[in-house]
């Protein structure tokens, strides 16, 4: 890495903190460790963190609460939470509040450092894409700006998580293409693997609900059954 990325870890088990700093800190990233909630969120409002690694279960200020304080930051960065909480809700609720990924304790802190790293790569990616090809995607209805990473229907400013923008994005970019669920998880997320498509599902039905008139009969993220999704422009025919 040409610039040491800095990475804020939440977390008040002392022993997965001190894991997760020494892994971070060997892989190159400068690392600040919070071990309240409190704490964590006023290191959050210094700013210029590259990342953010959180718990849900923290003293005095839910992990929920810190993401969604997270994403309101005009500063795009990476999230990845991690849970004893295993169950779906949990994992909804925090994908749904702008997490980029969502992994569960007891985990494999090689595994939690190449998934970041992965999500680093996307953003980069994202990123040469932009600078390539930073042109507004205009459909019938539907504006897309890669630039100001705002969407807007009908004259009417979307309400995005980033993620959900990237994948919007991506299939602006890509009218009538058929994609997989895993396909998405490469292009749109980085990941290199199968076993998270729940995160594709989750999202999917999540923009479905913020573009489409009745998100039960999607008319524009449609299900190509035993294939995966594909996008149609407003105004085309599937």
Same mark, same amino acid.
């Not at 001190?18 to 969120?41: D, S």
């Not at 200020?61 to 991690?82: K, N």
């Not at 895993?182 to 999540?206: A, K, P």
């Given at each position: 890495?040409? &610039?040491?990325?800095?990475?804020?870890? =939440?977390?008040?088990?002392?022993?997965?903190?001190?894991?997760? #700093?020494?892994?971070?800190?060997?892989?190159?990233? &400068?690392?600040?460790?919070?071990?309240?909630?409190?704490?964590?969120?006023?290191?959050?409002?210094?700013?210029?963190?590259?990342?953010?690694?959180?718990?849900?279960?923290?003293? &005095?200020? *839910?992990?929920? &609460?810190?993401? !969604?304080?997270?994403?309101?930051?005009?500063?795009?960065?990476?999230?990845?939470?991690?849970?004893?909480?295993?169950?779906?809700?949990?994992?909804?609720?925090?994908?749904?509040?702008?997490?980029?990924?969502?992994?569960?304790?007891?985990?494999?802190?090689?595994?939690?450092?190449?998934?970041?790293?992965?999500?680093?790569?996307?953003?980069?990616?994202?990123?040469?894409?932009?600078?390539?090809?930073?042109? @507004?995607?205009?459909? +019938?209805?539907? +504006? @897309?700006?890669?630039?100001? !990473?705002?969407?807007?229907?009908?004259? #009417?400013?979307?309400?995005?998580?980033?993620?959900?923008? *990237?994948?919007?994005?991506?299939?602006?970019?890509?009218?009538?293409?058929?994609?997989?669920?895993? *396909?998405?998880?490469?292009?749109?997320?980085?990941?290199?693997?199968?076993?998270y498509e729940h995160t594709v599902n989750t999202h999917i039905n999540r923009l !479905? =609900?913020?573009?489409?008139?009745? /998100? /039960?009969?999607? #008319?524009?993220? @449609?299900? @190509?059954?035993?294939?995966?999704?594909?996008?149609?422009?407003?105004?085309?025919?599937?």
């Amino acid at each position: 890495m040409s &610039e040491t990325r800095r990475v804020l870890v =939440i977390e008040d088990d002392p022993h997965i903190a001190r894991l997760l #700093q020494l892994h971070l800190r060997n892989a190159g990233y &400068e690392t600040t460790l919070a071990t309240e909630g409190a704490r964590g969120v006023q290191l959050l409002n210094r700013g210029g963190w590259d990342a953010l690694i959180l718990d849900l279960m923290l003293p &005095e200020i *839910d992990g929920l &609460e810190i993401c !969604r304080q997270a994403r309101t930051q005009a500063r795009y960065m990476p999230i990845i939470i991690v849970s004893a909480r295993s169950g779906e809700t949990e994992r909804i609720q925090g994908l749904n509040l702008g997490a980029d990924d969502y992994v569960t304790k007891p985990f494999s802190a090689p595994e939690l450092l190449a998934r970041l790293n992965a999500l680093f790569r996307r953003q980069q990616a994202m990123s040469d894409t932009l600078k390539r090809d930073a042109g @507004v995607l205009h459909f +019938s209805g539907l +504006s @897309v700006d890669p630039l100001s !990473r705002q969407a807007t229907q009908h004259e #009417q400013l979307l309400d995005l998580t980033p993620r959900e923008f *990237d994948l919007l994005y991506f299939f602006a970019r890509h009218p009538g293409e058929i994609f997989s669920r895993l *396909d998405l998880l490469i292009q749109v997320w980085g990941y290199q693997h199968e076993g998270y498509e729940h995160t594709v599902n989750t999202h999917i039905n999540r923009l !479905r =609900i913020k573009l489409e008139t009745d /998100s /039960s009969q999607p #008319q524009l993220i @449609v299900t @190509v059954w035993g294939q995966g999704y594909k996008f149609l422009p407003p105004g085309s025919e599937g």
